[in-house]
């Protein structure tokens, strides 16, 4: 579980995070999202007692990390610039984590094949590719069996097959009843992928909540015989209309509404599609109304 409650913190005259209250909760993936510098990653750092909040609480498991007993057994992260020393292979790095977190050598190696890199773990990490580093540090912050997990940006450098095997490994990790809080400004990524949304924006939260709730606007889109008339007719029954000069974008109708309407009026109509709202289209519109 992670919380924070009116976290801020500012630098100089910059409120970098500005009473940022969401949670986190077991069992679910929930994903930051926001612009570059909208203050994720000040967040997740302030998380992982990297940085001194200014004001407010960032709790682990009821905790402030630094009071958490044995951290790395209950939180498990990866941040953009990676753990790694070039020069040491990748084996050795996980050894020597693993020391660091109390886990067994036996672990340190199944996680490297867990995560891929079975093959990789004799090179130096300085040779690997930026998908291979975030690899590297899943298999780190996943080292202690920790409860919580926090990643800042792991999209990053991950092709399409390697997000799709992290979107995997992070579903099964919140199935297990672990908590995971994920960043992100890639909206499409995330949403095959998070059940919780919380985005921020210039520092604050605009709008958090399920996704599901969040893109719950369903809009038919509508082509038909004559869209003046259908326009008019949509609206005096409540509707809102809008058109993209190809079809009509309609708001506030059931499809069997809008078809009976088009049937009272006898227009034809050509196409008619419920379309559901995608992420980019509710982070966009929150932008907008700021
Ligand atoms: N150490 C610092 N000193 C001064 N300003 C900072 C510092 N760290 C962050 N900021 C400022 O705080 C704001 C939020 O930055 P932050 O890195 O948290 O954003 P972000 O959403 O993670 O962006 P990105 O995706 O680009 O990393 C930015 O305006 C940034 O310039």
């Known amino acids: ?53 200014t004001r407010g609480q960032a709790l ?65 990490s300085g040779e690997y590719s930026l998908g291979m580093r975030q690899r590297l540090a899943v298999a780190t912050a996943l080292l202690g069996e920790p ?11 991950l092709d399409p097959p390697g997000m799709a095997w992290l979107r995997g490994l992070l579903r099964d990790h919140a199935y297990a009843g672990g908590t995971v809080l994920i960043s992100s400004h890639l909206l499409s990524e995330l949403e095959l992928l998070v059940d919780d949304v919380v985005i921020i924006g210039e520092g604050r939260v605009l709008r958090a909540g399920p996704l599901d709730e969040l893109r719950a606007g369903t809009q038919l889109r509508i082509r038909g015989g004559d869209h003046e008339r259908l326009t ?16 009509l974008w309609v708001a506030g109708l059931s499809p069997e509404q809008a078809g009976d309407i088009a049937l009272e009026q006898r227009i034809p109509i050509y196409e008619l599609v419920a379309e559901t709202q995608h992420l980019e289209d509710v ?8």
């Open 60 to 124: 682990i498991n009821g905790s402030r990390y630094r009071d958490l007993k044995n951290p790395l057994r209950q939180v498990g992260a990866v941040l953009e610039q990676g753990l790694s020393h070039p020069g040491q292979t990748g084996y050795a790095h996980m050894m020597t984590q693993a020391k660091l977190s109390g886990a067994s050598r036996e672990r340190a190696t199944a996680l490297l094949e867990y995560v891929g890199l079975e093959d990789a773990g004799g090179k130096r």
């Open 232 to 247: 008019t007719a949509y609206e005096q029954a409540g509707a809102s209309v809008a058109t993209d000069g190809r079809a």
């Open 147 to 157: 409860s919580v997990l926090i990643l800042d940006e792991p999209a990053n450098g």
């Open 1 to 53: 579980m992670i919380e924070t409650r009116e976290l801020t913190k500012t630098y100089g005259r910059v409120d970098a995070v500005r009473d940022v209250t969401f949670t986190a909760a077991p069992g679910r993936v929930t994903g930051l999202l926001g612009l570059n510098g909208s203050g994720k990653s000040t967040t997740l750092r302030m998380l992982l007692g990297l940085t001194r909040p």
């Open 283 to 290: 982070f966009l519109s929150v932008a907008e109304a700021r």
